[in-house]
């Protein structure tokens, strides 16, 4: 509809019955725009006294007027406007409609475009709908959207189309004299020219009136009768054309009297009333005029051999009629359109399948199967391709084409160590099995020529293997030959499908560790060189390779030797020797390459805090301690807490996984960021330096010295998590009362002291005395919760009653029998 819109409105702006109405509109403002002129006298305007402009200002207020044509020209002729200065400005005014045009030309192209994939769109998804088993055949046509049958205006005038009341004539006179006539066949069938009567045209064809408007003509203008003295000339041709009403009855989907264009056909009304509706026919459709039947229109001439005889032009007054169909079929299966058919009288097998498109690529043609309806019950007929232009359908057939079996009368295959594996024809005169490795262009050479096989199928279709010797069979066909049947499968291996993978690995200090294929030759430099070569840190002087032991297939007894072991050293270079070929690689073996005993990189520690020069530090002896880092860091300032120090320690992935705090140790586990505090008595470490507290470092350990530390922290099960400042001589009970004292949920038992220091403390209890850790600057207090309990809903509770209920009564039940 989109569509529709905007090609009317493109013939709305290059009609030139605008074109009068803005000239008539011109002519009344001509007043006000050109003070010389008057109002009521029009004889003196010269074309050059309008601009461009003003012309299409004129245009574009003239477009809401609604003013006919006649009389444009009538107020305009009043008011003493001459025809050739009328002829010059409606020529301006066409040009300049035409420029603008022009301009959205762009515009409007895009519009349609999108209108188009619109529809498109709109078509794919509806035929998509229609695709299925309801289709009928031809509904798709008067599909909305579809603008297959609007009425075609920019046509030249039909050669038989006669004049009615509404056409529109228009005259065009050019050479010594100009003018522009637009005259409208009036009701009692007459057009009127200037200064002349009259002409009647009604049922003339445009060439008749054409006739006898010239012989008019040739009254007014002297120069355009034809000879040779003439200057003036003319033409007639049809403008608008009138509106028809034909009314449209029976099984169409939107029934009544339309409104259409008098070149309008019996396709175009048919579209109108949006086509048949679901037992609407599409085969005997009748065209009433006069009370009488015309013609019968069948529309699938026009869908399978574009015959449009019986698709005549309509007039006023005529009346369609679609009546309901009388034998429709159904094709399904593989025809290209499945869907539902009608057929006339005496149509076959043969004018069904041509009509859903012909039979897909996939179809069993030799035989049909249709389900026919009986008066009593349905009926299956089988019908051979001999039938199919004999057979006649009747009502409610439905026609079932099968799919091709997926199978094939003459194939054989062959696969594996050939040359060309595939499916080759079975020939006629027979194949045999050497026959068909010739066609494959022979064996490979990494062919198992010991032994192939033949899958083939039984009479009963069971699978069955025969084997086959690849030698005997190419050497000597005439005694091992085997001719082949439909469908074998010939499977010949290669030697490198009947063994393992052959492979060989190498780890320890090389670029790229990882397995490589094995190949026949190689040498331990081979293997290395594959690997990218040595890290610096491999020692090349001790490589180990490890060797399966294949030993006898059926030995005595069972030896309880793994592996061969043989230890070599290579160039760093990796340069030929000559003994490299006296050593080869075997499939599996495994080769490690070791680093130098001495060979390190360089490992770091971190200090930070209240020392002279915190940061990180190079280890530099497998046996630096915790005294030794701090001599290097210059020592400890005089902010330092010693009592407060920790040395925080990476723990292994072991530890990370598995960690348990050990209230009784002097380590505390910090799990989630994978550290290991260990509590450290710096000031023991720096009067005995090497003594038992002062620790042996390891790569990655943090020594942290804080400054003074004054306050204590108190978390977990109390009131309000706080920190409170240090009173010298105030023990545990203090700060938790400080806090508000226990929550309800608080582990009293379970209270423990982390120090500044890293050392964990708790409570220590005999027989009914218990005393209370220490309590220093920095230490944080540690009250565990209980896990929080959820109480039990009604019906829980009702649950628990009635279970001890039940067995009190049984209980009581058991004691009165005893």
Do not use: C
């Not at 005496?346 to 009509?355: A, F, K, M, R």
């Not at 084409?401 to 020939?427: H, K, T």
């Amino acid at each position: 509809m989109n569509i529709i819109k905007l090609k009317n409105r493109q013939k709305r702006i290059n009609s030139s019955f605008l074109l009068m109405v803005f000239l008539f509109i011109s002519f009344n403002l001509f007043s006000q725009d050109i003070g010389s002129l008057s109002q009521s006298d029009l004889s003196g305007v010269r074309s050059e006294d309008v601009s461009d402009d003003q012309l299409i200002s004129f245009i574009e207020r003239g477009k809401g007027e609604g003013v006919s044509p006649t009389e444009a020209i009538s107020m305009a002729r009043a008011r003493g406007m001459s025809a050739s200065v009328a002829n010059e400005l409606a020529q301006r005014a066409r040009r300049l409609e035409t420029e603008r045009g022009d301009n959205h030309e762009e515009t409007l192209g895009r519009q349609m475009r999108d209108a188009e994939m619109e529809r498109v769109e709109s078509d794919t998804a509806d035929y998509e709908e229609e695709s299925s088993e309801d289709f009928i055949f031809g509904s798709n046509i008067f599909r909305r959207g579809t603008q297959a049958f609007e009425t075609a205006m920019h046509v030249p005038t039909p050669v038989n189309y006669q004049l009615g009341a509404g056409d529109e004539l228009i005259i065009d006179i050019w050479g010594a004299a100009t003018n522009l006539h637009q005259l409208q066949v009036s009701p009692e069938g007459t057009v009127t020219i200037d200064n002349h009567g009259p002409v009647y045209v009604h049922g003339l064809t445009i060439e008749e009136a054409t006739e006898r408007i010239m012989d008019k003509l040739y009254q007014l203008y002297k120069g355009l009768r034809p000879g040779s003295d003439q200057d003036t000339y003319a033409r007639v041709s049809l403008g608008r054309v009138r509106s028809i009403q034909v009314t449209v009855i029976g099984e169409v989907n939107l029934p009544g009297t339309h409104t259409l264009s008098s070149l309008s056909t019996v396709f175009n009304a048919l579209y109108k009333a949006e086509g048949p509706n679901d037992i609407g026919t599409y085969r005997a459709i009748e065209v009433i005029r006069d009370n009488e039947k015309l013609a019968v229109l069948d529309i699938y001439d026009l869908l399978m051999h574009g015959d449009q005889t019986d698709n005549i032009r309509l007039q006023d007054q005529d009346v369609i009629r679609v009546g309901a169909f009388s034998n429709r079929v159904k094709a399904e299966g593989e025809v290209k359109r499945p869907g539902f058919y009608e057929v006339g009288k005496g149509e076959t097998i043969s004018d069904l399948i041509e009509y859903a498109g012909e039979f897909t690529e996939r179809a069993y043609t030799r035989q049909l199967r249709l389900y026919r309806n009986t008066e009593t019950e349905r009926m299956i007929v089988s019908v051979k391709q001999e039938g199919y232009e004999t057979f006649s359908l009747t009502n409610g057939d439905v026609l079932s084409v099968d799919v091709l079996l997926d199978r094939f009368e003459n194939r054989v295959s062959i696969e594996g160590a050939v040359w060309r594996p595939g499916d080759y024809q079975l020939e006629e005169e027979g194949m045999t099995l050497s026959g068909l490795i010739e066609k494959a262009d022979g064996v490979r050479p990494d062919v198992f020529s010991s032994r192939g096989v033949i899958n083939r199928l039984s009479d009963t279709h069971d699978f069955i293997t025969e084997s086959f010797d690849i030698d005997q069979v190419l050497n000597n066909p005439e005694q091992y030959d085997i001719e082949l049947q439909p469908e074998d499968q010939v499977i010949i291996k290669s030697i490198h499908d009947m063994r393992e993978t052959f492979q060989v690995s190498i780890g320890g200090e090389v670029q790229e560790r990882g397995n490589y294929q094995f190949r026949d030759g190689m040498t331990l430099e081979d293997l290395i060189l594959k690997a990218d070569g040595f890290r610096e840190s491999a020692s090349e002087a001790r490589i180990e390779i490890n060797r399966r032991i294949i030993g006898d297939p059926a030995p005595d007894f069972r030896s309880s030797a793994l592996a061969e072991t043989f230890i070599f050293s290579v160039s760093r270079t990796l340069s030929l020797r000559e003994d490299a070929a006296e050593f080869k690689l075997q499939p599996f073996d495994q080769v490690f390459v070791r680093s130098r005993p001495d060979y390190s990189v360089q490992l770091s520690v971190e200090i930070e805090g209240e020392v002279m020069f915190p940061g990180d530090y190079a280890l530099t002896d497998r046996r630096e301690r915790i005294s030794d880092l701090i001599r290097r860091a210059g020592g400890l300032t005089d902010e330092s807490y010693i009592e407060g120090a920790t040395m925080v320690r990476e723990a292994s992935q072991l530890e990370r996984e598995d960690v348990e705090v050990d209230l009784d140790s002097d380590e505390f586990v910090d799990i989630q960021q994978g550290e290991r505090t260990i509590g450290i008595q710096l000031a023991t470490i720096l009067d005995n330096p090497g003594g038992p507290e002062d620790l042996f470092l390891r790569p990655g350990d943090k020594l942290r010295i804080p400054q003074e530390l004054q306050t204590v922290q108190v978390t977990g099960g109390v009131l309000r998590d706080a920190e409170i400042r240090h009173i010298e001589g105030r023990g545990l009970n203090y700060y938790i009362s400080q806090s508000g004292g226990y929550s309800n949920n608080a582990r009293k038992r379970r209270v423990y002291v982390v120090h500044a220091n890293g050392d964990v403390e708790t409570r220590r209890h005999f027989l009914l005395f218990s005393s209370n850790p220490d309590i220093k600057p920095g230490s944080q207090i540690i009250i565990p919760e209980k896990e929080p309990r959820t109480p039990m809903s009604s019906g829980e509770r009702i649950s628990v009653m009635s279970s001890i209920v039940s067995m009190a009564a049984v209980a009581v039940t058991a004691i009165s029998r005893l």
